[in-house]
């Protein structure tokens, strides 16, 4: 056997892959915020609302608490993608379903590209005297 990052099997029951979690509904895309309770995550995601008054778009976003199984076990920063299920809890009616490796373009994320040029270009010095 063979080990793989994600578990073959756990003993989650609230798990979408190996319990008895159905999902239906909507599904979102967001970036993992806090998850420091066991098996529960905080997801947010942007999203645009459109605001009749003004005529235009504002960016909103939206924070969801989410049952984070055993066997994906996301942590802080990671992109997933959670599908609506039943009420787990009180707070929680999604479940994060599965991990995404590229990077989500909806947070900003302050990257600094600053090229230094360490060679030194001499200043061409035109002679204007004739
Ligand atoms: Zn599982």
């Known amino acids: ?12 029951k ?9 999902t239906r509904g909507r599904s979102f895309k967001g970036v993992v915020v806090s998850s420091k309770a066991q098996k529960s995550a ?4 942007a ?3 459109k605001d009749k008054k003004y005529e235009r778009y504002e960016k909103r976003r939206t924070k969801v608490q989410v049952h984070n199984p055993e066997c994906i076990n996301a942590k802080e920063g990671d992109n997933v993608i959670i599908s609506e299920c039943r009420p787990l809890s009180k707070t929680k ?6 991990l995404v ?9 302050k990257v600094k590209t600053e090229k230094k040029e360490t060679k030194k270009q001499p200043k061409k010095v035109e002679n204007k005297s004739e």
């Open 1 to 12: 056997m063979v080990k793989k990052e994600t578990k073959s099997e756990c003993e989650d």
């Open 14 to 22: 609230n798990c979408p892959i190996h319990g008895s979690l159905k």
């Open 42 to 45: 905080v997801v947010e995601w």
């Open 47 to 49: 999203r645009l609302r």
């Open 93 to 98: 009616q999604f479940v994060i379903t599965s």
């Open 101 to 109: 490796k590229d990077k989500v373009k909806e947070t900003p994320t």
